[in-house]
């Protein structure tokens, strides 16, 4: 369970993917940690909760080799602080705007001497591990995921990745396309302009570049671009997919073929 795999993963360049946890609830995240998934993506920034609702959640994942990836919802110390302690082993911050805010994030992520962390791992009594090992060689488990999200986060790529400590920088494509005025357009030209360019600037920096899609078509796509980290949607918006398709047919032909 500890150390999670997953940074050395990224260091391989194998391709890790993920999937998003649409609700806080164990037999949820039971279900979807069957399905041999790298990391679960898990969101207290939209989520109308914090950490505290995730409960033990982020060990169960520890537990079946599934890093736990939680994004608070500001670039705050505290929020970062309480991530890791709850078991985080990616922490993701939205909203990285310049090099002086991923700084300031990588600090608050790491244990000193790296950073400025505050220690106490309330995880490890929950998952029997020991206490005093995990926060010797936290820093080298702890996965940095900073959100590129805006224009301004974009024209600071290149001092963004220059940063020490960074592991990912995840292009949010729906608030890239609000900051670009085509709010809600992820497919327009000026979002996949600079979806396409991401990965070819960070290519030499060591930072994998990732991103959050539904459709397989368009993951192959962001993959041959040269994404490694994608998160692949979430059970009850492809659930919701399915069930749409099978009522649709259903309704239009009750008895099936020979009816």
């Given at each position: 369970?500890?150390?999670?795999?997953?940074?050395?993963?990224?260091?391989?360049?194998?391709?890790?993917?993920?999937?998003?946890?649409?609700?806080?609830?164990?037999?949820?995240?039971?279900?979807?940690?069957?399905?041999?998934?790298?990391?679960?993506?898990?969101?207290?920034?939209h989520q109308p909760y914090g950490v505290e609702k995730l409960d033990t959640i982020p060990v169960l994942a520890r537990q079946r080799g599934v890093a736990?990836?939680?994004?608070?919802?500001?670039?705050?110390?505290?929020?970062?602080?309480?991530?890791?302690?709850?078991?985080?082993?990616?922490?993701?911050?939205?909203?990285?705007?310049?090099?002086?805010?991923?700084?300031?994030?990588?600090?608050?992520?790491?244990?000193?001497?790296?950073?400025?962390?505050?220690?106490?791992?309330?995880?490890?009594?929950?998952?029997?591990?020991?206490?005093?090992?995990?926060?010797?060689?936290?820093?080298?488990?702890?996965?940095?995921?900073?959100?590129?999200?805006?224009?301004?986060?974009?024209?600071?790529?290149?001092?963004?990745?220059?940063?020490?400590?960074?592991?990912?920088?995840?292009?949010?494509?729906?608030?890239?396309?609000?900051?670009?005025?085509?709010?809600?357009e992820t497919s327009s030209r000026q979002v996949q302009e600079i979806m396409e360019d991401v990965p070819q600037r960070l290519a030499a920096s060591g930072?994998?570049?990732?991103?959050?899609?539904?459709?397989?078509?368009?993951?192959?796509?962001?993959?041959?671009?040269?994404?490694?980290?994608?998160?692949?949607?979430?059970?009850?918006?492809?659930?919701?997919?399915?069930?749409?398709?099978?009522?649709?047919?259903?309704?239009?032909?009750?008895?099936?073929?020979?009816?």
């Amino acid at each position: 369970m500890y150390p999670n795999p997953l940074k050395q993963k990224l260091r391989n360049g194998d391709l890790v993917l993920g999937s998003a946890l649409p609700a806080f609830t164990p037999h949820l995240a039971g279900t979807i940690l069957k399905n041999d998934i790298d990391f679960l993506w898990l969101d207290t920034e939209h989520q109308p909760y914090g950490v505290e609702k995730l409960d033990t959640i982020p060990v169960l994942a520890r537990q079946r080799g599934v890093a736990p990836m939680i994004r608070v919802a500001n670039n705050d110390p505290g929020l970062i602080k309480k991530a890791f302690d709850a078991g985080a082993v990616a922490l993701m911050v939205p909203q990285v705007n310049t090099a002086e805010e991923a700084a300031a994030a990588v600090r608050s992520a790491k244990y000193p001497p790296l950073g400025d962390r505050g220690i106490t791992p309330s995880w490890t009594s929950v998952a029997s591990e020991d206490f005093n090992h995990v926060i010797k060689t936290a820093n080298d488990e702890t996965v940095i995921v900073l959100q590129i999200e805006s224009v301004q986060a974009y024209e600071n790529l290149d001092a963004i990745a220059a940063v020490d400590g960074i592991d990912v920088l995840f292009v949010g494509p729906m608030d890239l396309s609000a900051s670009l005025g085509v709010i809600t357009e992820t497919s327009s030209r000026q979002v996949q302009e600079i979806m396409e360019d991401v990965p070819q600037r960070l290519a030499a920096s060591g930072i994998v570049a990732g991103t959050t899609l539904m459709e397989v078509d368009d993951i192959q796509e962001k993959i041959r671009w040269g994404y490694r980290f994608l998160n692949v949607g979430n059970v009850v918006a492809y659930g919701n997919q399915v069930l749409k398709e099978s009522l649709d047919a259903l309704r239009a032909n009750p008895g099936g073929a020979g009816s």
